[in-house]
């Protein structure tokens, strides 16, 4: 602090245009201790802060490089943080400048760096495609090389992973990067790898009910608060409670959770984070979900929305949004609930998030499936449906068998009542409830096939039968449909005689 102090005071004295690089060099180590406001105040000789761009006409090439790229990075740090609209926008345009020109000067860790920062970005906004476009750019660009940049390009393209529900794709990423990592001297990189891989584990752990990843996740989740702790980074901190919190919560241990999470809402405002304080909101809604309690999971939900409204970081307001409207279902507010369901779809569609959109239709379906029409029922699945067709969490497939299997029940009931869609049925001649019974099965477990990759346990298990029950149906109504399914491997015979 008093180095940052004393240097600050020297330039804004005398802010002559060839110090702007050792300015630009501790706005950057500020940057990694989590004071982006310290690092915006550094950059004031030649920036008047967020939503304005630097004065770069006086610099030199090399200069104005770099001060567009620290000030870019700010921004989108800054403008997350404090929710202003627009900020990513701005942001995204500082550092696609700074890497045009670190382009042209042939500086490859530097066009990585900004390269990086601008995935970042386009991260926050759930434009996943762009982001891991642009980090493919990154790892080719560097290759066999083990430099800080690499690790943040690898680091980033996990949570990318993550972000699109591609579990298997992350987890893969973090155990070829963990050497790298352990090498590194960076605590706050370090800690950043180990408080997202905490979070990927949790999920599978959660979907695959493997206590060994939630195990893990917690002492991966503890090693990152110690690099947190060294690097002196308390906004991290914060969001390393808020997750161990959520993580208290799916373990049904709600005391210790509102504890964390009331920690991690403590340690982001004291440092004005108030995108990361929405963040422990949403959290603290689900974990009240968890626990029964749903008023006060809507209160807290309808906080995280208001909060995340007033910036640009669409992706996440689609997930507060479908967190409030499973909230208003549960205290019964149906018109609401499906209100708000419908705009977190069309939200995280716009942000370019397709699994937010999947994950908000099939919570329409399973929270007000009871309260439909048909025909909405039908569109909700195939929504979620085609935008959960790239995700790789089992849980999701589950869930969306099992909504498969209560739009199939409704339209069961529709047609033996006579009504389908709403309107009156006409039963023609040729029409039986078997022959379509038997059809919309065959279709279901055909997409099963197909997503499991011919394996009859997956299929079995997101359909929510069992692997000998599948089997039968296949070999009795539909073995039209064998020709999907993996080879049957013959069983070995027992070593073991038995006498």
Not at 103 to 124: D, H, M, P, S
Not at 248 to 276: K, M, N, P, Y
Not at 386 to 404: F, N, P, V
Not at 434 to 451: F, N, P, Q, T
Request: glycine share 8%; charged share 25%; with cysteine.
């Amino acid at each position: 602090m008093n180095l940052r102090t004393s240097v600050f005071e020297r330039e804004a004295e005398n802010p002559v245009l060839d110090n702007v690089l050792p300015l630009c060099e501790l706005a950057k180590g500020l940057e990694e201790a989590g004071e982006f406001e310290l690092a915006e105040e550094t950059l004031r000789p030649f920036w008047e802060g967020l939503s304005y761009r630097p004065n770069i006409s006086s610099l030199g090439e090399e200069a104005k490089a770099e001060l567009l790229l620290r000030t870019g990075t700010i921004t989108g740090w800054l403008g997350s943080a404090k929710q202003i609209p627009g900020s990513q926008e701005l942001a995204k345009d500082l550092i696609s400048e700074s890497a045009t020109l670190f382009e042209t000067f042939g500086q490859i860790e530097k066009l990585a760096e900004a390269r990086v920062n601008l995935a970042v970005c386009y991260w926050r906004e759930g434009g996943l495609d762009e982001a891991r476009v642009t980090l493919s750019l990154v790892l080719d660009g560097l290759k066999e090389s083990r430099s800080e940049q690499k690790l943040r390009a690898l680091l980033t393209s996990a949570i990318v992973e993550t972000a699109a529900t591609r579990d298997r794709s992350a987890l893969l990423i973090y155990k070829e990067a963990a050497p790298l990592f352990d090498s590194s001297s960076n605590h706050s990189l370090k800690g950043r790898y180990h408080t997202s891989y905490a979070t990927l584990l949790r999920s599978l752990g959660s979907s695959e009910n493997r206590e060994d990843y939630i195990d893990k996740a917690l002492l991966e989740y503890t090693a990152a608060s110690y690099h947190f702790e060294q690097a002196g980074h308390k906004r991290f901190q914060g969001r390393v409670e808020n997750n161990v919190g959520f993580l208290f919560a799916t373990l049904g241990r709600f005391t210790e959770a509102q504890e964390h999470l009331g920690r991690a809402r403590a340690l982001l405002l004291s440092v004005g984070d108030q995108g990361g304080a929405a963040g422990v909101e949403d959290s603290r809604a689900q974990a009240f979900l968890l626990e029964g309690k749903c008023d006060l999971a809507e209160r807290a939900a309808r906080s995280a929305v208001r909060s995340l409204q007033k910036g640009g970081e669409q992706a996440r307001l689609a997930e507060a949004l479908t967190t409030h409207g499973k909230a208003l279902a549960r205290v019964n507010q149906l018109p609401r609930a499906r209100a708000t369901l419908d705009q977190a779809i069309e939200t995280a569609q716009n942000a370019g998030h397709p699994d937010g959109g999947g994950i908000a239709a099939v919570t329409a379906i399973e929270e007000l499936s009871a309260h439909l029409p048909i025909n909405a029922l039908q569109q909700y699945y195939l929504t979620a449906e085609g935008l959960l067709s790239q995700s790789q969490d089992r849980s999701l497939k589950t869930r969306l068998g099992e909504c498969a299997r209560r739009v199939l029940a409704a339209e069961f009931a529709s047609i033996k009542s006579g009504t389908a869609s709403g309107v009156p049925v006409s039963m023609s001649p040729g029409f039986s409830l078997d022959a379509e019974v038997l059809r919309y099965e065959g279709s279901l477990i055909r997409k099963a096939l197909e997503d499991s990759r011919g394996s009859v346990t997956r299929a079995a298990r997101l359909l929510g039968v069992t692997h000998q029950g599948l089997a039968f149906i296949l070999n009795g109504r539909h073995n039209d449909l064998l020709s999907i399914r993996t080879p049957v491997k013959k069983r070995r015979r027992s070593i073991i005689r038995h006498h």
